[in-house]
């Protein structure tokens, strides 16, 4: 079995109808390019993400992942193929910005945490703006630690498959700590 990259999806917990609407159907894009999605699993997000993956001709059942931050499955139910209760707290926030890459639409501090990690793990971090971190740090560069590196705006969700596709061939050091 071929590894398939795992893209995380991060954001506000609740999102208003017209950034759901966007999450499911960059969900179902993602899905049918051979993409896992990974989410923190709480709140709406999550579900617009299964919902639009599950919409996708291409879709296997194991195509979303809810990192969740109790030990208990229950809020992640009916919204994701495979949940993983970690029992971390907010510490999960750093297993949700391990994905291979990270896109944000909106956002809190949880959010903010998310971008900090992944930044930190040199991932590729693409926003889709809609307000919050998400969209106030959106084509900047976070610290020195990768000075030529930025976080990707993108307006669309074909600038976002087209974005991903050009990033992860990119030879991107990993983080090795």
């Not at 969740?68 to 229950?74: A, I, N, R, S």
């Not at 809020?75 to 896109?103: E, K, M, S």
Request: aromatic share 6%.
């Amino acid at each position: 079995m071929a590894y398939r990259h795992q893209i995380s999806i991060i954001g506000s917990r609740s999102l208003g109808g017209e950034s759901l609407a966007l999450v499911a159907a960059l969900s179902t894009r993602l899905v049918d390019e051979g993409y896992r999605i990974v989410t923190g699993g709480l709140g709406t997000l999550p579900n617009a993400v299964h919902q639009g993956a599950i919409s996708s001709s291409s879709y296997t059942g194991g195509d979303t992942i809810a990192l969740l931050p109790g030990f208990e499955p229950e809020p992640a139910l009916g919204h994701a193929d495979i949940i993983i209760p970690t029992g971390l707290d907010i510490a999960r926030n750093a297993l949700v910005a391990n994905g291979d890459a990270v896109i944000a639409i909106g956002g809190g501090a949880g959010t903010l945490s998310e971008i900090a990690f992944a930044w930190q793990m040199n991932r590729p971090i693409i926003s889709l703006g809609s307000g919050g971190w998400s969209e106030k740090l959106a084509g900047e560069t976070i610290d020195q630690r990768f000075p030529e590196k930025t976080i990707i705006y993108c307006e669309s969700i074909d600038a976002v498959i087209e974005t991903l596709a050009n990033e992860l061939k990119a030879d991107y050091r990993r983080h090795n700590r």
